[in-house]
C-alpha cells in the first residue's frame, strides 16, 4: 500500500459464515431489537422461544406497542399488560410507548402504564382509548423528555358526541410531533383559543375529530411548526387562523366547513386535500374554494377525485377566474371511489341538472375543473394517479358483432373450395365464441359491479335510518321530539 | 459539518468483490463508520475499502442515499422510492443490506430495512420466523414446551 490515502476499516467480525450459523448470529443485540420494535409486544415476547440467544432478549425490548386488538379477551390483555410491565428489564429506558384499547380502559391500569412510561424516560407516546383520561392528563402535563405525543380519547358511550377538554396548561418543552383525537379547545382569550403557543419546538401537528369550546376563532400559532395534518367532518362553526410562519404543508381529510384565514399563509407550499361530503349543503363547497384562495401560493395540489367533485358543486364555478394559485408546479389527483354519501349528492346534482339541460357523461373528475385550477400556473404538471374504481358501463362495451357473422355462416360462399370455406368458417366461429366471452365476461363484472353497488346503498340507507332512529330516540329521551 | 471543513471532494468506495464507487461527500455522511475515517483526513480524495459490503448491496445503499440526501426530491417522491426499494428486494437481500447498515453505522437506512424485515415476520408462525432467519432450535421440545409454560400470558 504505497497510497497513503489508503485506510482499511476491519472487518468487524469474521467473513466467512460456519454452517450452523443463523442469518442473525451476524446482527449485534441492538440491531435484532431494533427489528423487534417494529412488532406488536405479545410477538416480542413470543420470540423467546426461537433459540437461547433471543431467550431473554424480548425483557430489553425499547418500545412497547400494546394494542387490545392483537389479543382475543379484555382479561388476556390486561394481563399482559400487567406481566410486560413487571417483567421487562427496568434499567433500560423506554423510547416509545403505544397503548390502545378499543373501548373503555380501568383507570388504575391506564395509570400504571403512564407511570411507567414516564419513570422510563418516554419520548414517544401514544394513547388511544375510550373514556375519560383525566387522571393521567396530570403526568402527561409536565413530561421533560417526551418529543411526540398522540393523544385520542373516544367518548364513552354510544350516543354522546361530547370531547375531552384539552388542558390549558401542558408544558412539554421537548415536543414536536403533537397528534389529538376528540378534543375541545376551550376559548382562553373572549372567543379565541390559542392551544399550541406554548409547544416551542412543535413540529407537525395533526388534529383529529377536534372542535373549539365557547370560542369563534381556534388560532393555530406556533413559530417552528411545519406540517399540519386536520380530519373534521364537523359543521361547527368557527374560522381556524393560521399564525404559523414556518408552516409548509397542509393536509386536510373530511368535509371542509371551518374557513381558514391568517396574515401570512405565502409559507405554505404543499396541500393536499381529500374533501368529501355526505349530503348535499352548499357551505363545503364554498369554503373549499375559499381555503384554494386563501393558500395563494402553493406549488404542489394533491387532491382526491372528490374533492373536485366537492368543488363542481358550486354554480357556475367555471365561469368565474380565479384569482389564487399562480405558483402551482404540479397538480396530482388521485382516483379514488367516491363515497356512497358522495356519489347521492352528485346523482342528485346530476339528474336536477339533466332536467335542466340534456344529459351530460359522467365523468371521476368533472369537465373542465383542472383546466380552472392551473389557469393561472399553465405550466404546471398535472398527473392523474391510480385508477381504483372500474369505470366501465354498459355503453362502454364493445358492440356485439350479431349482424357481421351470421349471415356468412348460414350462406356457404359459393366460389371458394369446400376445405378452404370450411376452415375460414371454423375461424370466424372461433373468433365469434372468444368475442362472446369476452363480452359475457364484462357483462358479469358489470353485474356484480351493480349488485355491490345496490347493497351498499342498501347498507348505506339502513345506516341512516338506524342513526336517524338513534337520534330521534335521544331527542326523545330529552324531551325534544314527541 | 465535518465535510465542509476538509477538501475532499470525492470518496472512493471499494467493496468486498473489488467493485468501485466515487461518490461525493454528502453520500457517505450517513455512512458514520465511514465518516469518521473521513474525519480524521484532510485530503482531495480518499479511498476506503469495504471488506463487508458487496458491491451490489453497496450500489443499492448509494442508490437509497443520493435519493435521500437530495434536496429536490418531495417527502412523497422519497417515500414512493422507499416503497419500490424494498419491494424488488428479496428477504435475503434485506437481511444482507441490514447487516451492511449495521456495519457502516447507518441510522435511518437501519432503521429501514428493519422495518422491512419486520414486516415480513409480523403475524407469522414461530416456524416461518425460524425459516426466515434459518434458526435451528437449540431448545429440546421439553425446553421450549417449558419457555411456553413460563410465558403463557404470551402466547394466549
Redesign the interface.
Known amino acids: 500500500m504505497s ?1 497513503s ?5 476491519p ?3 469474521k ?1 466467512l459464515k460456519h454452517e ?1 450459523e ?3 448470529s ?3 443485540d441492538c ?1 435484532i431489537l ?6 406488536n409486544a ?2 416480542v ?8 440467544r433471543l ?1 431473554n432478549l424480548w425483557k430489553s425490548i425499547p418500545t412497547l406497542v400494546l394494542h387490545s386488538t392483537n ?2 379477551t379484555f382479561k ?1 390483555f390486561t ?2 399488560v400487567s ?1 410486560i410491565l413487571t417483567l421487562r428489564d427496568g434499567s433500560i429506558a423506554l423510547h416509545a410507548l403505544d397503548f390502545e384499547r378499543i373501548g373503555s380502559i380501568e383507570p388504575h391500569l391506564l395509570k400504571r402504564i403512564v407511570n411507567y412510561a414516564f419513570s422510563h424516560n418516554v419520548q414517544r407516546l401514544g394513547i388511544s382509548v375510550k373514556g375519560d383520561i383525566c387522571h393521567i392528563l396530570p403526568c402527561i402535563s409536565s413530561c421533560r423528555t417526551l418529543t411526540s405525543l398522540k393523544l385520542s380519547v373516544s367518548p364513552k358511550g354510544r350516543h354522546n358526541y361530547g370531547r375531552t377538554l384539552f388542558p390549558k396548561s401542558l408544558n412539554l418543552p421537548a415536543l414536536t410531533t403533537l397528534h389529538l383525537g376528540n378534543f375541545a379547545f376551550c376559548a382562553s382569550d373572549k372567543d379565541k383559543t390559542e392551544p399550541f403557543s406554548a409547544f416551542n419546538k412543535l413540529n407537525s401537528l395533526v388534529i383529529d375529530n377536534c372542535t373549539v369550546k365557547d370560542a369563534q376563532i381556534l388560532c393555530i400559532s406556533s413559530k417552528t411548526l411545519v406540517n399540519l395534518t386536520m380530519r373534521n367532518h364537523s359543521s361547527d362553526l368557527y374560522k381556524i387562523e393560521l399564525s404559523a410562519p414556518s408552516l409548509c404543508t397542509f393536509a386536510f381529510t373530511g368535509t371542509p366547513y371551518q374557513k381558514l384565514c391568517g396574515n401570512n399563509l405565502s409559507s405554505v407550499k ?1 396541500v393536499n386535500i381529500d374533501a368529501e361530503m355526505l349530503s348535499n349543503y352548499t357551505e363545503p363547497p364554498l369554503v373549499l374554494l375559499s381555503w384554494l384562495l386563501e393558500l395563494a401560493n402553493i406549488k ?1 395540489l ?1 387532491v382526491s377525485a372528490s374533492t373536485l367533485q366537492v368543488l363542481s358543486l358550486i354554480p357556475d364555478l367555471l365561469k368565474d377566474k380565479l384569482t389564487s394559485l399562480c405558483n402551482l408546479k404540479s397538480l396530482k389527483v388521485q382516483l379514488k371511489p367516491l363515497s356512497y354519501g358522495l356519489s347521492m349528492t352528485l346523482r342528485t346534482a346530476k339528474f336536477q341538472k339533466e332536467f335542466k339541460a340534456g344529459s351530460e357523461p359522467s365523468s371521476p373528475i368533472p369537465d373542465g375543473i383542472v383546466d380552472f385550477l392551473i389557469q393561472n400556473s399553465p405550466s404546471a404538471e398535472v398527473d392523474i394517479i391510480d385508477c381504483s374504481r372500474f369505470g366501465g358501463s354498459f355503453d362502454n362495451l364493445p358492440p356485439f358483432p350479431m349482424s357481421s357473422i351470421f349471415p356468412q355462416f348460414l350462406q356457404p360462399s359459393s366460389r371458394e373450395p369446400v376445405v378452404d370455406d370450411l376452415r375460414q368458417r371454423i375461424q370466424q366461429l372461433e373468433q365469434a365464441v372468444l368475442e362472446v366471452q369476452q363480452y359475457i365476461q364484462l357483462a358479469h363484472e358489470e353485474i356484480s359491479r351493480e349488485r355491490d353497488e345496490m347493497s351498499a346503498i342498501q347498507g348505506h340507507m339502513s345506516m341512516l335510518s338506524k342513526t336517524l332512529a338513534a337520534l330521534k330516540r335521544q331527542m326523545q329521551t330529552m324531551g325534544l321530539w314527541q | 459539518m465535518a465535510a465542509e471543513k476538509s477538501s475532499i471532494k470525492i470518496i472512493t468506495l471499494i467493496a ?1 468483490d473489488g467493485s468501485v464507487f466515487e461518490v461525493e461527500p454528502n453520500i457517505v455522511k450517513e455512512m458514520k ?2 465518516q469518521s ?1 473521513i474525519d480524521e ?1 484532510d ?1 482531495n ?8 459490503v458487496f458491491g451490489n448491496d453497496l450500489a443499492m445503499i448509494i442508490e437509497y442515499c443520493k435519493k435521500h440526501a437530495s434536496e429536490e426530491e ?1 417527502k ?1 417522491a422519497k417515500e414512493e422510492f422507499d416503497f419500490e426499494f424494498v419491494k424488488r428486494m428479496k428477504s435475503d437481500d434485506k ?1 444482507r443490506l ?2 451492511a447498515a ?2 457502516l453505522n447507518m441510522e435511518s437506512f ?2 429501514f430495512m ?2 422491512a ?3 415480513e ?3 407469522q408462525s ?1 416456524e416461518f ?2 425459516d ?8 429440546t421440545p421439553e425446553e ?1 414446551a417449558e ?2 409454560k413460563e ?1 403463557e ?4
Not at chain 1, 431494533?34 to 412488532?39: A, D, K, N, T, V
Open positions: 497510497n490515502d489508503e485506510i482499511t476499516i472487518p468487524k467480525s467473513r450452523n443463523d442469518k442473525l451476524d446482527l449485534p440491531v431494533h427489528i423487534l420494535s417494529f412488532l405479545k410477538e415476547v413470543r420470540t423467546c422461544i426461537l433459540s437461547p431467550k389479543f382475543s388476556s394481563k399482559f406481566k404543499q404542489s394533491t | 468486498a463508520t465511514v475515517y483526513l485530503q480524495t480518499v479511498s476506503i475499502p469495504l471488506p463487508n418531495t412523497e437481511l441490514l447487516q449495521s456495519y437501519l432503521q428493519a422495518k424485515i419486520a414486516a415476520i409480523e403475524n414461530v420466523v425460524r426466515y432467519f434459518q434458526i435451528e432450535s437449540d431448545f421450549e419457555l411456553r410465558n400470558w404470551a402466547f394466549k
